[in-house]
């Protein structure tokens, strides 16, 4: 019997006592890499399917945050001095968010795409960026003139620029902690990629 034939032909594995010594010693070596393909840790289609789409959205979306950090605000007609006190923010934004990036698109790995950890990670920054530069109230020259898109929204109130300014800081220290989420996450798997797999070539 050769050994390619292990199986009946309703596939179904033949007895033990009617295979070769050689091809059973061979179907029980090659039996753990078959179980590994299909035990329940590895990701479902519906999560890597989800973790390509937002690696191949990192670079847009994070260029369009970049911005939007900075002067997302004009959208709801708030814009003053911020505008030149962020541009600072904005650099150190547009650093981290390219550290990330390229982290994510260097991975030998293929297909590229994130893990379910780092995806979380992911969509929590930009969530909480975007919450940042919708919120975060701007001010002029004059005492009165401090305005945030809940006050455009609602009508002036010093209690709605009060809850403007505390959402602004809670999305900015959720966005770092994110941000620190994604960037170890991602060292982590670049890391346990290399420890893996030793010397083997990348996939084109």
Not at 15 to 39: E, I, K, N
Not at 75 to 82: A, E, H, I, Y
Not at 109 to 115: E, I, K, S
Request: aromatic fraction near 10%; proline fraction near 6%.
């Amino acid at each position: 019997m050769h050994c390619a034939n292990l199986h009946d032909r309703s596939g179904n594995a033949r007895p033990t006592s009617t295979v070769p010594p050689g091809c059973v010693w061979r179907s029980r070596r090659l039996q753990p890499s078959y179980d590994a393909a299909v035990t329940p840790d590895q990701p479902s289609s519906a999560s890597v399917v989800s973790g390509r789409r937002t690696f191949l959205l990192m670079i847009p979306i994070n260029l369009l945050m970049v911005p939007w950090v900075w002067i997302g605000r004009v959208v709801f007609g708030v814009f003053g001095w911020f505008g030149l006190v962020l541009i600072p923010v904005a650099l150190v934004v547009l650093a981290a968010l390219t550290l990330t990036t390229v982290l994510a698109f260097v991975r030998k790995a293929r297909p590229r795409g994130l893990t379910r950890v780092e995806l979380i990670w992911q969509w929590l920054l930009w969530g909480a960026l975007l919450v940042f530069g919708a919120v975060l109230p701007d001010f002029g020259d004059t005492e009165d003139s401090t305005r945030s898109a809940l006050t455009q929204a609602f009508g002036y109130s010093d209690r709605l620029i009060s809850l403007s300014f505390d959402l602004a800081v809670i999305a900015a220290g959720v966005a770092v902690v994110a941000w620190i989420g994604l960037l170890v996450s991602l060292l982590a798997g670049s890391r346990t990629q290399a420890i893996s797999s030793p010397g083997a070539p990348a996939a084109a």
